[in-house]
């Protein structure tokens, strides 16, 4: 796709975000806040059916991972030994110029330079200094930079601290959910029969400074992820990392992403006891970009903990007796990255009889609303009558709309464009039949079912 196609469609998603309650800027009304969002009333929809589909695929149908939810604050602790006090940080660089802000591993990929975020300083620089003129600031256009920095990217707060100056002992907002994770490993052993191998899932908010706001909900800085950390022997944890490689994958084309819309990459630089780090990308309307990460972590997390907090966190295995720090294979992905490539998959526009028809062709089990109801006429009250009914009776099983507001044709784009599959009109025919007509989103054909059935008509289609 060229770049301007790239742009036009980005700007047609987020122009849709808006107009359909999907995604609104946080607090637009004081000109919005970077890099924060609010998810409207269909988006609130489609982002818990993401969580519910990856909660399903990860908690529900493995007997041997469980679910956890830890809180967004956690002792300053946990932080230094995870090393994010120390390490948890993006190159940073300013424009001499205009002053703005850039991760310098973006400004050089825009330049068609590898980069990454792991890079040292030292490195980073000898490849801004080796490509002076071909990086320009994303703002002016400008190619003088000042050198790169890491920028810690934890957030601060000064929960239960009551002293003025806080901010030099200060706790943090969450920088990544897993850490919530493994401070409960002995919780979790102690209190289930969990048994290696298993894994702890949770689904929760996280928090970083990011250096650029950019890309819509693509990079944010209070975001929600989907992690799962899966505790295996030492000598499994490679065999586990291929294994869920290929489910992560396979999830994504369950969840209805063409497969020609994702791809490997594969991590060069990695920390030091990391034995393999790979991302599901996804190609958004910018581009192909990390959608998920899979990482193979060895015993650090663990080991670390142990050693800062003193508790012992290996495990005894009860048929051997042997004992050992657990390995840990990750998988990680976001939520508002899931939502974003859903709606980039999902969007269609379609020429119907010379206008455009915009559809958002989601999974029926994604769609914020399974079935719109209308009467076809709103000044019969016989119609609406018998239409309420059946939204009384449906709304209990599925997330519904009643509608009767405009024309029939307004009311059917409207529902396309949030990506409702059903819409079920009552006319005249449905007061003597008992029956409606239901109209499918993505073939726009038409039948009559009786109403009794709709409910059951309804739960095949969608599940
Ligand atoms: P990136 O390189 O894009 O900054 P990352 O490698 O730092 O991402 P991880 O720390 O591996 O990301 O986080 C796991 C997942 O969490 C990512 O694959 C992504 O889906 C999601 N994620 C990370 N940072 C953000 C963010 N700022 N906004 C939205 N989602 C995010």
Redesign the pocket.
């Known amino acids: 796709m060229s770049k301007e196609k790239q742009d036009n469609l980005m700007e047609k998603i987020v122009s849709l975000c808006k107009r359909r309650g999907f995604v609104f800027p946080s607090s637009e009304i004081y000109g919005g806040f970077a890099a924060v969002y609010d998810y409207g009333t269909y988006g609130v929809e489609l982002a818990n059916n993401i969580k519910a589909a990856w909660w399903r695929a990860m908690v529900q149908e493995n007997e041997n991972i469980i679910g956890i939810d830890s809180s967004i604050f956690m002792h300053p602790k946990v932080w230094e030994a995870s090393g994010h006090v120390g390490g948890f940080s993006d190159p940073l660089s300013e424009c001499r110029n205009c002053h703005t802000r850039s991760r310098v591993d973006h400004i050089l990929e825009d330049a068609g330079i590898f980069a990454d975020?792991k890079m040292s300083e030292e490195k980073i620089n000898k490849l801004m200094e080796s490509n002076k003129g071909k990086i320009k600031c994303p703002k002016c256009g400008k190619s003088d930079f000042a050198p790169a920095k890491s920028f810690n990217l934890l957030v601060k707060s000064n929960l239960g601290n009551f002293t003025g100056d806080w901010d030099k002992s200060p706790v943090y907002l969450r920088g990544?959910t897993c850490q919530g994770i493994y401070i409960n490993f002995k919780n979790v052993l102690d209190s289930t029969r969990a048994r290696i191998p298993f894994g702890i899932a949770q689904i929760g908010k996280a928090f970083?400074n990011?250096i650029t706001a950019r890309q819509f909900?693509?990079?944010?800085?209070e975001?929600e992820?989907m992690e799962m950390q899966m505790f295996v022997h030492p000598d499994s944890e490679m065999k586990a990392y291929e294994k869920w490689k290929e489910r992560r994958w396979d999830y994504y084309i369950d969840l209805g992403i063409a497969e020609k819309n994702l791809k490997w990459h594969k991590h060069e630089n990695l920390v030091f006891y990391a034995k393999a780090a790979w991302?599901i990308e996804y190609n958004f309307p910018f581009g192909f970009?990390?959608?998920?990460?899979i990482h193979s972590r060895g015993d650090y997390d663990l080991a670390q903990h142990a050693k800062c907090s003193g508790e012992d966190l290996s495990y005894r295995d009860p048929v051997t007796g042997e004992k050992y720090i657990p390995h840990v294979v990750e998988t990680?992905?976001?939520v508002?990255?899931t939502f974003l490539a859903v709606l980039t998959e999902a969007y269609t526009e379609e020429k119907v009889g010379g206008e455009t028809r915009i559809i958002l062709k989601f999974p029926k089990k994604l769609s914020p609303i399974k079935a719109a109801i209308f009467p076809l006429l709103k000044n019969k009250p016989e119609l609406v009558k018998k239409a309420r009914d059946i939204y009384d009776n449906l709304k209990l099983r599925f997330m519904c709309e009643f509608d009767d507001n405009g024309n029939i044709g307004k009311r059917y784009r409207r529902q396309d464009e949030i990506g409702t599959p059903y819409c079920v009109t009552v006319d005249f025919d449905s007061l003597e039949n008992e029956d409606a007509t239901i109209r499918d989103r993505d073939t726009m054909k038409q039948e009559r079912v009786k109403i009794n059935e709709l409910e059951k008509y309804l739960s095949d289609a969608v599940g």
């Open positions: 975020e990544e970083r990011e909900i693509f990079r944010k800085r975001f992820q991302d970009k990390e959608l998920e990460g990680s992905v976001g508002d990255r």
